[in-house]
């Protein structure tokens, strides 16, 4: 605010025409803090730092916030408009503003409430720009209408057969949730993962999510593996996971990292792409079973409890074989006839799930399309980063930064350009906007998981670099090659969210972060155009976009930093670090005041780093509380914002 207000000259001209201007350093200052946050917790319901006051000459408050933006933004009022408007009511009702500060100071000092509203005019001073977020909490509340009106309540999913899994709309509905709990988004996302984790689309035996399912209730899959699929799948059940920590979310992307660090990850670090649905020219044979061949590899028993719970029978479930599968419920017999609990029963199963996936890996397997992609890499970093944050997996951090080192060597040129393919030594093809849009987001998630200040860096240099070559300067919006790619009949532009979310929707949500990350002003004016370009496509058809939702609705919700001043060898910092992503914050951004990031974020600044201790500042809507140095004290202070997030909630 001191950057973006303070020292901008039509501000301070405005301040020195009509107003007295003082700024109080709290620290220097705490007994002048602690009166007037007194005030502005009694006038507003909350406190925090910017503290800003209006007061009359002897000074007695009449109006108090916190965060105020030089001109209107997102629905904060700027300071220019709340200048002017203080000034005329000065001039014009003087007296009633002074009465109202006498009342408010009587009130405070005696400890009663408040005078009612309608005799200040403080709530004359209240903003009234609400276009951009009335449009867009429309456009998300009909996203979400259609959605649930499409729900297959039985099997979850969305829609009739063929079933594809969709992850963004998921994790658009458990955002959702977050403002509206009194909705079923987190019953429509919770049957969906149960039903696709329990289904035949999921390989029990070896892990990982096939492409789509033929029928509606996830038995038969189209058994091809794609890459993209099991990055963004894995991000749905992480952050269901930080939601509702069910240890079943939690356990199927630990599955899914577990099949692509044993089957898709190459030498060097880099993600392969696919696996075929055929094996020996036929769809499914590398994955399916017969009794007979479940029989061969374990004992009579335990075959006998496998093939009940898993479902495999000698009639079959797919073309005379089996596709082993959750579906039918049998593990509760098989729990009650053993006398254990149905996890028990499924932990029982763990080494015959092993010795299966032995005896299979002697099959010929369906073939691997090796080649390297950088968008879907971008999305596979962006999963395994998460999968640090919130699961404290350092196994996951690693692969992230293998691969993400893998990409900015191999497939970037000499001259910064990122390239598309690799594959067998072979870089090909100019990238494209969705190579740099989900490796961008990759970094921000891998930024968010190990701190490193050049991963942040280089995160802004590829979005300079698309801006330069994808920016439609004329009609807004990305396209999708970029201008020094073939010249083609037309360049092609898409920001609809299908199997695969656009590079216009995971760009409006890239901007946002690194505007929040940054504090330029810039990137958040290119967001909020992004938004504004599509803005007809989203109000006409809001559940076809529901990755580009995820900007709207980042967008449109109260910000939330996390700073964490700090060495990053700190033994705390982990801690702390998991105790934040721990939780569902889709909308907070965490930065990392190491000392050596202030020319990438120069308010970083403002955050001291103390060397012997970790220093944890916690702000929302541009508003930080008292910094904390405690795990402890950390863990007191989010428990007290979750309690605010949900009085806000029921009211």
């Known amino acids: 605010m001191e950057r973006e207000s303070f020292e901008d000259n039509q501000v301070a001209a405005l301040l020195n025409r009509y107003f007295v201007s003082i700024k109080v350093d709290r620290e220097e200052r705490p007994d002048v803090d602690h009166l007037y946050m007194a005030f502005c917790q009694a006038l507003t319901g909350s406190?925090?730092?910017?503290?800003?006051?209006?007061?009359?000459?002897?000074?007695?408050?009449?109006?108090?916030?916190?965060?105020?933006?030089?001109?209107?933004?997102?629905?904060?009022?700027?300071?220019?408009?709340?200048?002017?408007?203080?000034?005329?009511?000065?001039?014009?009702?003087?007296?009633?503003?002074?009465?109202?500060?006498?009342?408010?100071?009587?009130?405070?000092?005696?400890?009663?409430?408040?005078?009612?509203?309608?005799?200040?005019?403080?709530?004359?001073?209240?903003?009234?720009?609400?276009?951009?977020?009335?449009?867009?909490?429309?456009?998300?509340s009909k996203a979400y209408s259609i959605l649930a009106q499409s729900f297959d309540p039985r099997y979850g999913g969305f829609g009739q057969a063929p079933k594809f899994p969709t992850p963004h709309t998921l994790t658009f509905l458990l955002r959702y949730a977050e403002d509206h709990p009194q909705d079923k988004a987190l019953e429509i996302v919770r049957k969906t993962l149960d039903g696709m984790a329990l289904g035949g689309i999921y390989d029990h035996v070896g892990f990982g999510f096939a492409r789509y399912s033929t029928d509606d209730k996830w038995l038969v899959p189209h058994f091809e593996k794609m890459l993209y699929d099991n990055s963004l799948l894995a991000l749905a059940y992480l952050e269901s996971y930080q939601v509702s920590h069910f240890p079943k979310d939690a356990q199927i992307a630990q599955e899914i990292f577990t099949y692509v660090l044993r089957d898709m990850t190459s030498p060097e670090g880099g993600f392969y792409s696919a696996e075929d649905a055929d094996a020996e020219g036929e769809e499914g044979k590398f994955h399916v079973w017969t009794p007979q061949e479940v029989e061969a590899v374990l004992d009579r028993e335990t075959a006998a409890n496998y093939c009940a719970v898993f479902d495999i029978t000698p009639k079959g479930n797919f073309e005379g074989k089996n596709?082993?599968?959750?579906?039918?419920?049998?593990?509760?017999?098989?729990?009650?006839?053993?006398?254990?609990?149905?996890?028990?029963?499924?932990?029982?199963?763990?080494?015959?799930?092993?010795?299966?996936?032995?005896?299979?890996?002697?099959?010929?397997?369906?073939?691997?399309?090796?080649k390297i992609l950088t968008a879907w890499n971008g999305l596979m970093i962006a999963a395994f980063a998460k999968g640090a944050q919130v699961l404290g997996n350092s196994t996951y951090l690693e692969a992230a930064e293998k691969a993400a080192t893998f990409i900015l060597t191999r497939l970037r040129r000499g001259d910064g350009r990122l390239m598309a393919r690799y594959r067998e030594g072979d870089t090909a093809y100019l990238g494209y906007l969705d190579d740099y849009a989900f490796l961008i987001w990759g970094l921000l998630e891998l930024y968010s998981a190990n701190g490193k200040p050049q991963i942040l860096q280089t995160a802004l240099q590829l979005q300079e670099e698309q801006d330069r070559l994808f920016f439609d300067e004329e009609s807004g919006g990305y396209y999708l090659t970029g201008s020094d790619a073939e010249e083609l009949l037309f360049r092609p532009k898409e920001s609809y969210d299908g199997a695969l979310p656009s590079g216009n929707s995971i760009t409006a949500l890239n901007l946002l972060r690194l505007a929040r990350f940054t504090g330029d002003e810039r990137w958040e004016r290119k967001a909020e155009r992004q938004l504004l370009d599509f803005r007809l496509v989203l109000e006409e058809h809001p559940s076809g976009y529901t990755a580009f939702l995820h900007a709207l609705q980042f967008a449109l919700h109260p910000s939330q930093e996390l700073i964490l001043a700090a060495s990053l060898d700190s033994k705390e910092l982990p801690e702390m670090r998991q105790l934040f992503f721990s939780t569902f914050r889709p909308f907070a951004s965490v930065l990392y005041q190491e000392g050596s990031l202030s020319d990438t974020v120069p308010w970083i600044k403002d955050y001291p780093l103390d060397p012997s201790q970790v220093t944890a500042y916690l702000c929302e809507n541009f508003t930080c509380q008292t910094p904390v140095h405690q795990v402890e004290e950390f863990r007191t202070l989010l428990e007290k914002l979750l309690i605010s997030k949900r009085g806000r909630n029921e009211t």
């Open 47 to 140: 406190g925090g730092w910017p503290l800003t006051i209006i007061m009359t000459p002897d000074k007695k408050p009449f109006f108090t916030g916190t965060y105020f933006p030089k001109t209107e933004r997102y629905g904060y009022k700027g300071m220019m408009e709340l200048l002017e408007q203080v000034r005329a009511l000065w001039a014009t009702d003087e007296k009633k503003l002074r009465g109202s500060a006498d009342q408010i100071v009587a009130a405070v000092h005696s400890g009663r409430s408040l005078p009612d509203k309608t005799s200040t005019p403080i709530s004359d001073l209240k903003d009234s720009s609400e276009s951009f977020k009335s449009w867009g909490n429309e456009v998300v």
């Open 323 to 370: 596709i082993p599968n959750l579906l039918l419920g049998n593990i509760k017999k098989v729990a009650q006839d053993n006398s254990l609990s149905e996890e028990e029963v499924l932990q029982s199963l763990e080494n015959p799930r092993q010795a299966l996936f032995a005896e299979r890996e002697k099959r010929i397997h369906p073939h691997k399309d090796d």
